[in-house]
């Protein structure tokens, strides 16, 4: 069995890899957002919302989703109406444990302790 340094040691080394990894992801990211910005340009100035090659195909679709500016009129427009179905099915996890720590249950809900390591390097 590795002794507590040795691990501690294997951590660090592979928080630093993954690190250089999520670097490496996030300029990938920024080339392949550059890219379809490009990509739609040029579809929508032929007018086109489908190509293909022999790598492959694009397709331009558009989505709406929602922005909200004012919160307070948004959550008074659920509750007149019981539109609970607009809210996402994930609790928050502040207010949920300053519930706990002031002693108030929360119907529903039982707690999860969640356990992991924290590593800050030298």
């Known amino acids: 069995m590795e002794n507590i340094s040795d691990l501690i040691d294997k951590l660090g080394l592979l928080r630093v890899d993954k690190k250089r990894a999520e670097y490496e992801v996030k300029e990938i990211n920024k080339s392949i957002e550059a890219l379809e910005r490009q990509l739609m340009d040029v579809m929508d100035d032929q007018g086109i919302t489908e190509s ?6 694009v397709a331009l679709t558009e989505s709406v989703y929602p922005h ?8 008074t427009w659920i ?3 019981g539109y609970l179905h607009f809210l996402e099915r994930r ?3 502040l207010a949920y444990r300053e519930a706990l720590d002031m002693g108030k249950p929360v119907p529903g809900v039982l707690p999860f302790t969640k356990r992991k390591i924290t590593f800050r390097g030298n």
């Open 52 to 57: 293909k090659n022999s790598t492959g195909k």
């Open 68 to 75: 909200v500016e004012q919160w307070d009129q948004f959550h």
């Open 79 to 81: 509750l007149e109406n």
């Open 91 to 93: 609790p928050a996890v």
